[in-house]
């Protein structure tokens, strides 16, 4: 258990929907990212918000947006949903207050998109 | 740019030694995390290597050679339940990334 929780385990959504998957990260833990990774694959980076604000983001477009609360919550939303968008969605918390800024990950929502 | 080479695939046998290489190129290296993901699952933490040498822990080591830009993550005593996926991640740069390669998955056979 590395106490970070995801909601919802499984979504299935059509094309064009929007989705909001949400993350719990451990008490103290004040840096999020999020990948997306596709079956057989290594998890792809998102973006990560650190404090609140984005602090990072990788090669996706910007129907993909995130949000980070002050309770160590965060959100990760897609707009416009297409097929490839299919794919488990991970969560990883982690503290700047640790020098190795270990990354520990939620147990991932499962997005299809029909 | 920044590149992770690690074999796709792998079988060994119950109780058996093996030995999972991973090469790298990265920018602004910080340190070296070795997770394991089993099928449908997240991945968990395994180890970290920040300095050369090997890291011991229990029946999984880790080592790294920062000049060579290589690591390899060793199993002994092979268990069926070490049938996963291991994923080589090196940090880099300022804001401490994580680059993740494709993972090489790892068949334990009776």
């Not at chain 1, 094309?15 to 596709?38: D, E, I, M, P």
């Not at chain 2, 830009?69 to 339940?81: C, R």
């Not at chain 2, 804001?95 to 790892?106: E, M, Q, V």
Request: proline content about 4%.
């Amino acid at each position: 258990e590395t106490g970070v929780t995801q909601s919802p385990t499984h979504l299935i959504k059509t094309r064009g929907q929007q989705v909001t998957l949400r993350c719990s990260s451990q008490s103290g833990h004040n840096t999020v990212s999020w990948y997306q990774q596709a079956l057989g694959q290594g998890p792809q980076f998102i973006f990560q918000y650190y404090r609140e604000e984005e602090n990072g983001r990788g090669n996706f477009p910007p129907r993909f947006s995130g949000l980070q609360f002050p309770n160590y919550s965060s959100e990760l939303n897609v707009n416009a949903l297409e097929l490839d968008d299919s794919a488990l969605y991970l969560c990883a918390s982690s503290s700047d207050r640790v020098s190795t800024d270990t990354q520990y990950f939620g147990p991932g929502t499962r997005l299809t998109v029909l | 740019g920044q590149n992770i080479d690690q074999p796709t695939e792998m079988t060994a046998t119950e109780g058996a030694i093996v030995q999972i290489n991973c090469t790298y190129q990265t920018s602004g290296f910080n340190g070296l995390f070795w997770y394991q993901q089993h099928a449908g699952e997240a991945p968990t933490f395994l180890s970290y290597n920040v300095l050369d040498g090997l890291e011991e822990k229990g029946r999984f080591s880790s080592f790294l050679s920062r000049s060579k830009g290589y690591s390899y993550l060793l199993l002994k005593e092979l268990q069926m339940k070490d049938s996963a996926s291991y994923l080589c991640a090196p940090q880099a740069g300022n804001n401490r990334k994580l680059i993740w390669g494709l993972g090489t998955s790892l068949a334990v056979n009776p």
